[in-house]
């Protein structure tokens, strides 16, 4: 639906324009093109026709990339994730540095550039002839990274069973914090070969699949904020990300009620039998009541003590 005008007169034959709807063909322009701020490849569409909608995208993965880059720290990634970081707590506080207003101010910059009209020798846009921007879709998702593929494949197995029961309306509501409506299903999908299980709730959606064999992705989209008590304009981009993650973390703690012995035969075992390191001298198993040991393991199992082979030289 768009725009056009046509003449007419009034009853004093004075001629005036007047505007109207109908359907007509219009243009679209896709412009490319790469931010110094946001990183990466962005695209800005622009519509020909009135009231000249337009639309935005960029991936928050180069954001996080390019900064990591300018402060020196190394990284490694696969596809679109980060299986590796030097320094984990540097890339949480750039994720969550990301505001509605960077993002904005970017868009405005590159409409000054791009969204003007044709006045022959020269182009130009009046003063008063500005967008809102107001966010479409929204993504956010948390990777649960594991050293074993093979862990990794039998525990997915083990939650497409479990979530037969997740999708359930009440399971729903209490995932994304809102009451359950009709508009509530959830499905088990292909995907090159992977399965992926998806939940709807009012138009917006969460779901997990098994990326690349060695780490599970939960991800959350939002089409319908309203739904959700969340605000349009761009500016509550920072509110979406902080709803996305606490709907990733409740998915994640119904994750957490699998049984580990289903998944590795003897793999939990090892765990709970001491450690003979002598004839004479036996390492007790972890005990996970004591704060001392807890707070070991959080450190050991932190990426920098991570091992990935072993070369001779």
């Not at 500005?130 to 956010?140: A, I, K, P």
């Not at 039998?154 to 399971?171: A, M, W």
């Not at 994750?255 to 036996?282: G, N």
């Amino acid at each position: 639906m768009s725009f056009a005008t046509r003449e007419l007169r009034s009853k004093k034959g004075k001629a005036y324009r007047q505007a109207y709807k109908c359907k007509k063909l219009v243009k679209h322009y896709y412009i490319y093109f790469h931010d110094h701020v946001l990183g990466g490849p962005c695209y800005l569409k622009i519509s020909s026709y009135l009231p000249f909608p337009c639309e935005f995208y960029f991936n928050g993965h180069n954001v996080i990339k390019q900064h990591l880059e300018e402060k020196g720290i190394d990284y490694r990634v696969k596809d679109n994730a980060f299986t590796w970081v030097e320094d984990p707590g540097a890339l949480k506080q750039i994720a969550q540095s990301l505001t509605g207003r960077q993002v904005k101010g970017r868009i405005d910059y590159w409409m000054r550039r791009f969204f003007k009209f044709d006045k022959g020798t020269y182009s130009t846009r009046s003063k008063y002839l500005q967008h809102d921007w107001y966010m479409g879709q929204t993504e956010v998702c948390t990777n649960m990274i594991f050293k074993s593929a093979r862990f990794c494949t039998n525990l997915f197995e083990r939650l497409l069973d479990k979530f037969s029961r997740i999708g359930l309306p009440d399971s729903l509501s209490q995932i994304f914090s809102k009451r359950a409506v009709r508009q509530t299903k959830s499905t088990q999908r292909l995907y090159a070969n992977n399965a992926c299980v998806k939940h709807w709730f009012r138009g917006n959606s969460i779901k997990m699949y098994n990326k690349e064999g060695y780490f599970l992705r939960m991800e959350t989209t939002i089409n319908n904020p309203k739904a959700l008590g969340l605000k349009k304009p761009i500016l509550y981009l920072q509110a979406y990300m902080w709803y996305c993650i606490g709907c990733n973390d409740r998915f994640a703690n119904c994750c957490a009620h699998v049984d580990l012995t289903s998944i590795a035969e003897d793999e939990p075992d090892r765990f709970t039998q001491p450690v003979l390191v002598t004839y004479a001298k036996k390492v007790p198993a972890v005990d996970c009541r004591k704060r001392r040991q807890m707070e070991l393991l959080k450190e050991l199992i932190t990426p920098k003590y991570c091992a990935y082979g072993f070369r001779t030289s």
